[in-house]
Nanobody
Framework: QLQLVESGGGLVQPGGSLRLSCAAT????????IGWFRQAPGKEREVVSC???????DYADSVKGRFTISSDNAKIAVYLQMDSLKPEDTAVYYC??????????WGQGTLVTVSS
């Protein structure tokens, strides 16, 4: 059974970079659209970026030009490269896997803190 495991979060100074990973266990990410979401304290969860099964990508306006989503050729991981980080990027980041007729899946989340 497919499960998602995020990693790569941590504490970084403003202007710094982090690379988040969303790794699939139990199966591959074939045919899934993968999204990165984030939830800051006291705020609702919001979509950050997504990549479709055929490689199309999209980004929230707040991260365009700073974040890059990608997947590996083996379809077992999706990455979120985050550059020029700002304090307002502080949140728990989650990956989500969505596929028609299959249960929607979420990872456990990884905390990103941007602070000096």
């Amino acid at each position: 059974q497919l499960q998602l495991v995020e990693s790569g979060g941590g504490l970084v100074q403003p202007g710094g970079s982090l690379r988040l990973s969303c790794a699939a266990t139990g199966s591959t990410l074939d045919y899934y659209a993968i999204g990165w979401f984030r939830q800051a304290p006291g705020k609702e969860r919001e979509v950050v970026s997504c990549i479709t099964s055929d490689g199309r990508t999209d980004y929230a306006d707040s991260v365009k030009g700073r974040f890059t989503i990608s997947s590996d050729n083996a379809k077992i991981a999706v990455y979120l490269q985050m550059d020029s980080l700002k304090p307002e990027d502080t949140a728990v980041y989650y990956c989500n896997a969505d596929r028609p007729w299959f249960p929607e899946l979420w990872g456990q989340g990884t905390l990103v803190t941007v602070s000096s």
